[in-house]
């Protein structure tokens, strides 16, 4: 599986965002979706994770009620909506894709590249 996350940029904090996360390869109908994401001298950390076959949800509670995970089947693309960004929401994201259900980074087996987010105050 490969896997290309898009759709990072400058907002200023109280705006939004939509990151994609566009596989290929094969289906992710066999897998968890997860975003992390890295700030500058900090751990990558989990954001968010979607079951891509129920389409179930886990959300960090530092994002909990203000970013939305989802996925369209028909493009094999999972989608990170972030809105009422806060500068500390300023970190570089990632996708990942596991056959775990899991928030642990470490189970992920298939990773994007990153695209930075930068939320200004």
């Known amino acids: 599986v490969q896997l290309q996350a898009s759709g990072g940029g400058l907002v200023q904090a109280g705006g939004s965002l939509r990151l994609s996360c566009a596989a290929s390869g094969r289906t992710l109908s066999d897998y968890y979706m997860g975003w992390f994401r890295q700030a500058p001298g900090k751990e990558r950390e989990f954001v968010a994770a979607?079951?891509?076959?129920?389409?179930?949800?886990d959300y960090a509670d530092s994002v909990k009620g203000r970013f939305t995970i989802s996925r369209s089947n028909a493009k094999n693309t999972g989608y990170l909506q972030m809105n009422s960004l806060k500068p500390e929401d300023t970190a570089v994201y990632y996708c990942?894709?596991?056959?775990?259900?899991?928030?642990?980074?470490?189970?992920?087996?298939?990773w994007g590249q990153g695209t930075l987010v930068t939320v200004s105050s």
């Open positions: 979607i079951d891509w076959s129920v389409g179930s949800t």
């Open positions: 990942a894709a596991s056959i775990s259900r899991t928030r642990y980074k470490s189970r992920y087996n298939y």
